[in-house]
Protein backbone atom coordinates (compact mmCIF):
# COMPACT_ATOMS: atom_id res chain seq x y z
CA UNK A 1 0.00 0.00 0.00
CA UNK A 2 0.76 3.51 -0.79
CA UNK A 3 1.59 5.94 2.13
CA UNK A 4 0.25 9.36 0.81
CA UNK A 5 1.16 13.14 2.61
CA UNK A 6 -0.60 16.59 1.14
CA UNK A 7 1.08 20.00 1.46
CA UNK A 8 0.62 23.33 -0.20
CA UNK A 9 -3.34 23.80 1.60
CA UNK A 10 -3.97 27.30 2.80
CA UNK A 11 -6.10 30.61 2.57
CA UNK A 12 -6.49 32.22 -0.63
CA UNK A 13 -9.13 35.26 -1.69
CA UNK A 14 -11.87 34.49 -4.64
CA UNK A 15 -9.95 34.74 -7.54
CA UNK A 16 -6.54 33.44 -6.49
CA UNK A 17 -4.58 30.34 -7.10
CA UNK A 18 -2.74 27.11 -5.09
CA UNK A 19 -1.23 24.37 -5.86
CA UNK A 20 -1.55 21.15 -3.91
CA UNK A 21 1.22 18.28 -3.80
CA UNK A 22 1.26 14.89 -2.72
CA UNK A 23 4.42 13.16 -2.07
CA UNK A 24 3.96 9.22 -2.51
CA UNK A 25 6.52 6.09 -0.50
CA UNK A 26 7.39 3.40 -2.04
CA UNK A 27 9.31 2.94 -5.22
CA UNK A 28 6.08 1.56 -7.30
CA UNK A 29 4.18 4.86 -7.85
CA UNK A 30 4.02 4.52 -11.43
CA UNK A 31 1.95 1.75 -10.58
CA UNK A 32 -0.85 3.64 -9.54
CA UNK A 33 -3.30 5.68 -10.75
CA UNK A 34 -3.51 9.10 -8.33
CA UNK A 35 -6.54 11.29 -7.58
CA UNK A 36 -7.87 14.18 -5.50
CA UNK A 37 -11.04 13.89 -3.59
CA UNK A 38 -12.28 16.81 -1.12
CA UNK A 39 -14.62 17.38 1.47
CA UNK A 40 -17.00 20.15 2.88
CA UNK A 41 -18.08 21.58 6.01
CA UNK A 42 -21.38 19.20 6.44
CA UNK A 43 -20.98 17.64 2.87
CA UNK A 44 -19.96 13.88 1.56
CA UNK A 45 -16.43 13.61 0.18
CA UNK A 46 -16.58 14.31 -3.70
CA UNK A 47 -14.18 13.20 -6.66
CA UNK A 48 -12.13 16.00 -7.98
CA UNK A 49 -9.22 14.86 -10.02
CA UNK A 50 -7.81 11.84 -11.38
CA UNK A 51 -4.81 11.17 -13.79
CA UNK A 52 -4.01 7.76 -15.00
CA UNK A 53 -0.81 5.71 -13.88
CA UNK A 54 1.21 7.22 -17.20
CA UNK A 55 0.12 10.71 -16.85
CA UNK A 56 -1.41 10.27 -20.30
CA UNK A 57 -5.33 10.78 -19.28
CA UNK A 58 -6.92 12.84 -16.64
CA UNK A 59 -10.28 13.20 -15.37
CA UNK A 60 -12.17 16.05 -13.47
CA UNK A 61 -15.13 17.19 -12.07
CA UNK A 62 -17.25 19.19 -13.63
CA UNK A 63 -17.41 21.60 -11.27
CA UNK A 64 -13.82 22.05 -11.01
CA UNK A 65 -13.27 21.65 -15.24
CA UNK A 66 -11.37 24.03 -16.76
CA UNK A 67 -9.54 25.83 -13.64
CA UNK A 68 -7.78 22.58 -12.10
CA UNK A 69 -5.51 20.82 -13.38
CA UNK A 70 -3.22 17.52 -11.99
CA UNK A 71 -0.10 16.06 -13.25
CA UNK A 72 2.21 13.93 -11.92
CA UNK A 73 5.89 13.06 -11.92
CA UNK A 74 6.53 9.98 -11.35
CA UNK A 75 10.26 10.82 -11.21
CA UNK A 76 9.39 12.38 -7.64
CA UNK A 77 6.78 10.16 -6.82
CA UNK A 78 4.49 13.65 -6.79
CA UNK A 79 1.39 14.02 -7.89
CA UNK A 80 0.10 17.78 -7.91
CA UNK A 81 -3.50 19.62 -8.06
CA UNK A 82 -2.89 22.98 -9.47
CA UNK A 83 -6.17 25.49 -8.50
CA UNK A 84 -6.77 28.48 -10.41
CA UNK A 85 -10.06 30.82 -10.12
CA UNK A 86 -10.69 29.65 -6.93
CA UNK A 87 -14.30 29.99 -5.71
CA UNK A 88 -15.35 29.99 -1.98
CA UNK A 89 -17.35 26.89 -2.66
CA UNK A 90 -14.34 25.07 -3.22
CA UNK A 91 -13.35 25.61 0.85
CA UNK A 92 -12.78 21.69 2.01
CA UNK A 93 -10.08 19.46 2.91
CA UNK A 94 -8.37 18.19 0.32
CA UNK A 95 -7.35 14.25 0.21
CA UNK A 96 -4.69 12.80 -1.97
CA UNK A 97 -5.66 9.37 -3.12
CA UNK A 98 -4.21 6.19 -4.93
CA UNK A 99 -5.73 3.23 -7.01
CA UNK A 100 -4.94 0.75 -9.60
CA UNK A 101 -6.81 2.08 -11.79
CA UNK A 102 -8.05 5.81 -12.42
CA UNK A 103 -11.58 4.78 -14.09
CA UNK A 104 -12.14 2.63 -10.84
CA UNK A 105 -10.44 4.85 -8.87
CA UNK A 106 -13.45 7.43 -10.29
CA UNK A 107 -16.25 5.13 -9.89
CA UNK A 108 -15.69 2.89 -7.17
CA UNK A 109 -13.68 4.84 -5.00
CA UNK A 110 -9.61 5.11 -4.37
CA UNK A 111 -8.02 2.04 -2.42
CA UNK A 112 -5.31 4.44 -0.29
CA UNK A 113 -5.77 7.98 1.25
CA UNK A 114 -4.01 10.80 2.38
CA UNK A 115 -4.80 12.45 5.48
CA UNK A 116 -5.88 15.90 3.91
CA UNK A 117 -4.93 19.60 3.48
CA UNK A 118 -7.25 22.16 4.26
CA UNK A 119 -8.50 25.13 1.73
CA UNK A 120 -10.22 27.87 2.05
CA UNK A 121 -11.19 30.41 0.11
CA UNK A 122 -12.51 33.67 1.17
CA UNK A 123 -14.63 35.92 -0.29
Known amino acids: QVQLVESGGGLVQAGGSLRLSCAAS????????MGWFRQAPGKEREFVAAISRSGGTTYYADSVKGRFSISRDNAKNTVYLQMTSLKPEDTAVYYC????????????????WGLGTQVTVSS
Open 97 to 112: VAGLDAVVLVTAGPSS
Open 26 to 33: GRTFSSYA
